[in-house]
């Protein structure tokens, strides 16, 4: 497995950017936040919380 560490400036939002950045279809993003969830829904990837909540679009209520 690839394990990666990145450090990002000191920006309102610039991490989620770069998470978001290296995202691809897929993809499993662990978070708490969720404008970072929805993000990653957008690029096809797998948002959950810490907690194995599934984030999913509005309108569609699907979780484990």
Partial sequence: R???????R?????????I???CHKGDIVVTEDAGLALLALAKE???IASDGWRYSTPGNDSTY
């Fill in 45 to 47: 990837a797998y948002p």
């Fill in 2 to 8: 690839n394990k990666a560490h990145l450090a990002v």
């Fill in 20 to 22: 978001i950045a290296l």
């Fill in 10 to 18: 000191h920006r309102q939002h610039a991490a989620d950017a770069a």
